[in-house]
C-alpha cells in the first residue's frame, strides 16, 4: 500500500544533541513537508521541498534543517538551536497540483530533556 | 494574510447528537477549502474538500458548504458516533501548490455512548 512512513513513532533526546527523524513515501509525490503540532496551535510548516536537491523555509525554520536527496526522502534534523524542540511532528507529502490533498504520515513525538 | 479561525474546543456530544464546528477564513482570492480530522495517535486525513463558491463537500456523514458571502466553513454531521472522535482541523489553499496551505488550530471533539 502506499503511504508515508515516519519513524520512530516516539523520540527521546537529551537537552543538547542533534536528532534526524526520518520520512519516507511510496505514493510518487515530489512535494513533501515538515510540520510541528503543539497543543492549541494548530500545525505551522517547518520546510517544504518542491523537487529533489531543493526545499524552502517555512513559517518556523530556525533550528531545523532537512535534505531532500532522493525523492521519497525527506528527513528532519532537529539541531541544538532549536529552543524548544520538545513536539509533535508531521510529515506529508503531495501533488503539485491545486486542490490536491496533503497525505500525512502518523507522526513522531520527540522529547527533549 | 490569510488565516483560519476555528471554534475552540473541547467539544463533547453524546452519541447521535448533531454536530456543528465553526469556520472561518481570511483569504485574498478565491482559496479552496478543506476539514482534515486526526484521529487519536496519528496524522491528518482529508475528511472533505469545497473549491468554489456554493460548493458542498461531502463524506463519511460530515458536510460543509463553501460560503463566500460569510467568509465559512461550517462542518455538520447529523449524528455524530463514538467512532468521531477526534481532531478536526479547517484549512484553506489559496494560489500555488500545498504550500499555501493555512491550517486553523483545530477543534478536539470526543463523542461519549
Known amino acids: 500500500d502506499g503511504g508515508i512512513t515516519q519513524s520512530p513513532k516516539y523520540l527521546f533526546r537529551k537537552e543538547g544533541q542533534n536528532v534526524t527523524l526520518s520520512c519516507e513515501q511510496n505514493l510518487n509525490h515530489d512535494a513533501m513537508y515538515w510540520y510541528r503540532q503543539d497543543p492549541g496551535q494548530g500545525l505551522r510548516l517547518i520546510y517544504y521541498?518542491?523537487?529533489?536537491?531543493?526545499?524552502q523555509k517555512g513559517d518556523i525554520a530556525e533550528g531545523y534543517s532537512v535534505s531532500r536527496e532522493k525523492k521519497e526522502s525527506f528527513p528532519l534534523t532537529v539541531t541544538s538551536a532549536q529552543k524548544n524542540p520538545t513536539a509533535f511532528y508531521l510529515c506529508a507529502s503531495g501533488r503539485q497540483e491545486r486542490n490536491s490533498p496533503l497525505h500525512f504520515g502518523n507522526g513522531t513525538r520527540l522529547t527533549v530533556t | 494574510g490569510n488565516s483560519v479561525t476555528q471554534m475552540e474546543g473541547p467539544v463533547t456530544l453524546s452519541e447521535e447528537a448533531f454536530l456543528t464546528i465553526n469556520c472561518t477564513y481570511t483569504?485574498?482570492?478565491?482559496?479552496?477549502l478543506f476539514w482534515y480530522v486526526q484521529y487519536p495517535g496519528e496524522g491528518l486525513q482529508l475528511l472533505l474538500k469545497?473549491?468554489?463558491?456554493?460548493d458542498k463537500g461531502s463524506n463519511k456523514g460530515f458536510e460543509a458548504t463553501y460560503r463566500k458571502e460569510t467568509t465559512s466553513f461550517h462542518l455538520e454531521k447529523g449524528s455524530v458516533q463514538v467512532s468521531d472522535s477526534a481532531v478536526y482541523f479547517c484549512a484553506l489553499q489559496t494560489q500555488g501548490g500545498s504550500e499555501k496551505l493555512v491550517f486553523g488550530k483545530g477543534t478536539k471533539l470526543t463523542v461519549n455512548p
Open positions: 483569504a485574498t482570492g478565491y482559496p479552496s
Open positions: 521541498s518542491q523537487i529533489v536537491n531543493d526545499f
Open positions: 469545497a473549491t468554489k463558491a456554493d
